[in-house]
């Protein structure tokens, strides 16, 4: 039986291929498109979908999208009368797409499929709790999900057991965790629904100075997690903004201009929301254990990639295991809508071991074999050395060590936010300047931002103070005290930005400021070739732990073809370039020629 699980019209459009129950592709529309957190309609992704396994449209049994239309229309119809008349420029630009496109869904999927079968509608925490729950290692669990909002509910909590799960408890619009840290997104200069993480990521340089103030004005949070917002401060009912003039004057003045210099304000407000938004993960996880008595959370919604928060619920709360949906965000609720229908609307059985997921470590999308890659070297005139699988371990583990930057390209792109191996950018983690050259030089983005490590698994608790699996990159740790440096009196007295280029540990390129990092761990089962990589770096260097960011520039998706790798490596200092068993050089390549057309679709604003 073959369900296509689709998610569309709002941001991160994606869809996913599920058969007989087993996840066998997914990924999100932006990574063909090359226009981030594209969210149109997922044709491309649903061609690749349906050509990766050989079928067409008549093939397909279900057709599963992750929300129900007619209930967010009703709840952006409420909303709008409640604050009417104010907001009526918002409704009028909202209005003529809802009615054009939104919500005649179901007639849009069979124009646009010219699919005559079934279409299942489920509601977007459903589709979130499905993708947290059902793809776990768990048969039983409970769950949570955050997020900004779906049609009413922006927060639930429930219990899955076998093939069957159920929501307890809700939170409705317009109080919403996610929103509160988008409007402080918002208002520190940062781009809502994108820059999220960025606002993690500055959070160590500042001091939650703003914590009881959003706490006294902005929320009013209960022993048990739930919460109400103070709508009198914020704009996104009815407004075209996330804040409004009193939140201004509560915080002492307009929002930060994009792309303007940091301040120590902005820097002290993203981490005051981030402690706030912690607070609130950890008060709902301890009472969602009390109330459920399960050993085991599932999480997914945008609010579940704050993985700070989520290193947190696994050091601090109650439960002995989670486990984080990947693709947390609303790309993932196309594969929870696809397994909902699979497991709770049709009845399948499933039966896990609590030890090994269902989502295949994520690697879910197109693969480009040898063959493909040489043809395409070969058409462009492009100058490459050919390696053995058997040699590539060791010469790639060289060139990290010898700091240079790597491109590393190799079989099925991961399905959701995060580079896993696949589609990643490598480098030695040992380096102190290693950081700063990734971000200003390579990846173009703001220096303050932190780097990843990939360590394989059995060595992680050499590293960090953590002894768990993290696949995914979604669980922040300390790293482990023995192979961290104390800093000295002067540098201790150091502030903001000028604290990022303290040396603090023995792998100082993914030691954040305040001595945590944003863990992946690697193993031999689902990415044997980036496993054996970093495996030869420890046996030749004595460190089983690299950078990984993510193969792209600032403001494009991750790539995902041979072409985009190459684009991206020549529009930036990498160093090499590694595509299957294909090596390339940066000093061996003639300068882009940008008349030629295979550029012109992917030139840059």
């Known amino acids: 039986m073959n369900i296509l699980g689709i998610s569309a019209f709002y941001h991160d459009s994606a869809a996913c291929l599920v058969q007989d129950g087993r996840i066998i592709s997914a990924a999100q529309e932006e990574r063909f498109t090359r226009k981030k957190h594209d969210f149109s309609f997922p044709k491309n992704v649903i061609n690749y979908c349906l050509q990766d396994s050989g079928l067409k449209v008549k093939d397909l049994d279900f057709v599963a999208f992750y929300d129900k239309p007619f209930l967010k229309f009703e709840r952006i119809l409420m909303t709008y009368l409640t604050y009417a008349p104010v907001g009526i420029g918002s409704f009028i630009k909202a209005m003529p797409l809802w009615i054009k496109q939104k919500i005649w869904l179901k007639e849009l999927i069979k124009k646009e499929l010219d699919f005559e079968g079934k279409i299942i509608f489920t509601e977007h925490h459903e589709s979130h709790a499905a993708s947290a729950f059902f793809p776990s290692p768990f048969q039983e669990a409970a769950f949570l999900t955050l997020d900004g909002v779906g049609e009413w509910a922006t927060t639930s909590y429930g219990i899955g057991k076998g093939n069957k799960m159920e929501i307890l408890s809700e939170i409705h619009f317009p109080h919403s965790l996610g929103l509160l840290y988008s409007a402080f997104t918002y208002y520190t200069g940062f781009k809502v629904n994108s820059g999220e993480y960025k606002v993690m990521g500055l959070a160590p340089y500042g001091k939650p100075k703003y914590k009881d103030l959003i706490l006294s004005e902005l929320i009013d949070l209960k022993e048990d997690g739930s919460f109400k917002l103070n709508m009198k401060y914020f704009n996104y009912c009815a407004g075209l903004t996330m804040t409004n003039g009193r939140f201004d004057k509560l915080f002492g003045g307009p929002p930060r201009k994009p792309e303007s210099l940091l301040t120590q304000r902005d820097m002290d407000l993203a981490s005051s929301v981030q402690e706030v938004t912690e607070e609130v993960m950890l008060r709902a ?181 953590f002894d768990k699996e993290s696949p995914y990159m979604l669980l922040v740790a300390p790293v482990k005290k023995e192979i961290c440096r104390e800093m000295s009196v002067e540098e201790q007295k150091l502030f903001g930005i000028d604290k990022l280029n303290v040396v603090r540990s023995s792998i100082p390129a993914v030691t954040h400021i305040d001595y945590s990092a944003r863990i992946q761990t690697v193993d031999m089962e689902n990415n044997p070739l980036y496993y054996r990589m970093i495996a030869k770096f420890d046996e030749k260097y004595g460190c089983p732990v690299i950078i990984n960011t993510s193969f792209n520039v600032r403001g494009e998706p991750i790539v995902c073809t041979p072409d985009d790798a190459y684009l991206c490596f020549m529009r930036t200092n990498m160093d090499y370039l590694i595509m299957g068993n294909f090596l390339i050089e940066k000093k061996d390549q003639k300068p882009l020629d940008k008349d030629i057309d295979w550029l012109k679709k992917y030139e840059l604003d």
């Open 285 to 465: 996880a301890r009472h969602i254990h009390k109330e459920t008595g399960q050993r085991n959370l599932c999480m997914a919604g945008g609010v579940a990639l704050n993985c700070v928060g989520n290193g947190r619920i696994l050091r601090e709360g109650p439960f002995e295991n989670i486990w984080i949906q990947p693709s947390a965000g609303d790309a993932g609720g196309a594969l929870g809508a696809a397994l909902f229908v699979w497991y709770q609307y049709l009845e399948n059985g499933r039966i896990t071991d609590d030890k090994q997921d269902f989502q295949h470590g994520s690697y879910l999308g197109p693969k480009f074999e040898n063959s493909y890659i040489a043809d395409f070297l070969k058409r462009k005139n492009i100058p490459y050395i050919e390696l053995s699988e058997r040699e590539i371990p060791e010469k790639i583990a060289d060139l990290i060590a010898d700091q240079k930057v790597i491109g590393w390209f190799q079989g099925r792109m991961e399905f959701g936010p995060r580079a896993l191996g696949s589609r990643s950018i490598i480098g030695d983690a040992r380096s102190p300047e290693m950081q700063e050259i990734m971000n200003l030089k390579t990846k173009f983005r703001e220096s303050f931002r932190p780097f990843a490590p990939s360590v394989i698994k059995e060595r992680v608790s050499d590293y960090f103070e």
